[in-house]
């Protein structure tokens, strides 16, 4: 089971380009015995970004089911989707041996073609309960 946290600001979404899987993705873990998933959230959040959420993490948005792909051997992950809410101009301080690189990508400019392939679907939740606000 992982956790994916989609760290979002304005019209903006932050990812990282993760070294085994060769994408873009949204930032996450896999969730350790007996730990909640938002805790997952937060811990791989200061892990992987190097700061805190300064809000109660909310319910996933959704759950996905997913062949890995990458350098490594694939497995399967159950992936909840949540949202981090974060400035552009928040300090980070990311997972050098995990990531090359963090980017903010405007909605508009999103990899779809090097992602996750739920990430489109996860976009059109996230504007529709945006929307519903």
Known sequence: MV???VVTDGQHVLLVDHKNAQLWLPAGGHVD???HPRTTVQRELFEELGFHAAHDIAAPLMITCTGTVGLTAGHTDVSLWYVVHARRE???VFDTGEFNSVRWFAFADLPFDRSDPHLRHFMD???AVQMAM
């Open 33 to 35: 015995d007996g730990e």
């Open 125 to 127: 939740k996230y504007l």
């Open 3 to 5: 956790s994916y946290f």
């Open 90 to 92: 928040q300090p980070l």
